[in-house]
């Protein structure tokens, strides 16, 4: 079992955003530390993976079509490709923001116990995902840190998103949300 450690400055990954546009991502920081279980199976375990102002760029036009590009499939193989299969034993997002269009979002939390997986429906070109948080302590502007799990399931289309279930604890509270936007 070996432990390896990877450290990236000013990554930066463009899209479909026109020229002079901010980048699809950005991150001034990346910091991830691995468990490699197997080099047969390609089995690795992701125990950290922290950013320091992750910037995510999301531009969608009034057609649907936007700055994210299709993943690259193999014609007349799988319809379903699965993109990918994480689990990560600890996230942090420092100091981050969402760009979506011309709204800011804060992006600003950590989180324990992380799953998220997605594949790709070549024929209805759509993305199916699940997410899961054990336990993830957000920030938001100056108020107190709010500590939460969540689940989710959801699908991604071109101009659609489809929310099958989310539902978010907090201490003794918790919501249940479905639904299309």
Known sequence: VKRLEFEANGLT???LEPAGEAPLAHVDRLFVRLR???F???TIDLNQLTMEQPVVH???KPDGSSNIPEPKVKAGG???QQLFDLAIGKVELRNGALLLNEQKLPLDFKANDVGLTMDYQRVQRQYD???HIGKMDAQYQDYR???ASADAEFSLWRNRVQVRSLKLISERSSVDLSGSI
């Open 36 to 38: 490699v279980v197997s």
């Open 78 to 80: 799988d319809p379903i």
């Open 129 to 131: 995902s699940t997410l």
């Open 58 to 60: 999301v531009i969608v």
């Open 13 to 15: 990954i463009h899209g």
């Open 145 to 147: 840190d709010i500590a």
């Open 40 to 42: 047969l199976n390609t």
